[in-house]
Nanobody
Framework: QVQLVESGGGSVQAGGSLRLSCVASGYTYSSGCMAWFRQAPGKERERVVVIDRDGNPSYSDSVKGRFSISKDNAKNTLYLQMNSLKPEDTAMYYC???????????????????WGQGIQVTVSS
């Protein structure tokens, strides 16, 4: 059984930074695609960034240059470093993992079968 647990969220002022972590059990980080998604109230869940098994990331345009994804395969932990945060970054953030083990990773939500419970990030102006 795969479990993903996020931590590190909270409230911060605009321009500040936060680092999210996602620890997995029952899933090998080195084998498949992983991602961070987010969902703001009244909006669709959207991809923030995906990372393939080789560590290659693909960021959404809205966070490119400000957010950075990394993973520690030995610790089975995925990180999202968020810098220069803006009020529009306010959302519930979700860690996701895919059961597909190919080298290509989709940005579609349906590609990811395993999800964390989500963690709130609030950025005030």
């Amino acid at each position: 059984q795969v479990q993903l647990v996020e931590s590190g969220g909270g409230s911060v002022q605009a321009g500040g930074s936060l680092r999210l972590s996602c620890v997995a059990s029952g899933y090998t980080y080195s084998s498949g695609c992983m991602a961070w998604f987010r969902q703001a109230p009244g909006k669709e869940r959207e991809r923030v960034v995906v990372i393939d098994r080789d560590g290659n990331p693909s960021y959404s345009d809205s966070v490119k240059g400000r957010f950075s994804i990394s993973k520690d395969n030995a610790k089975n932990t995925l990180y999202l470093q968020m810098n220069s945060l803006k009020p529009e970054d306010t959302a519930m953030y979700y860690c996701a993992a895919s059961a597909y083990t190919g080298s290509w990773c989709s940005v579609a939500r349906s590609w990811y079968q395993y999800w964390g419970q989500g963690i709130q990030v609030t950025v005030s102006s």
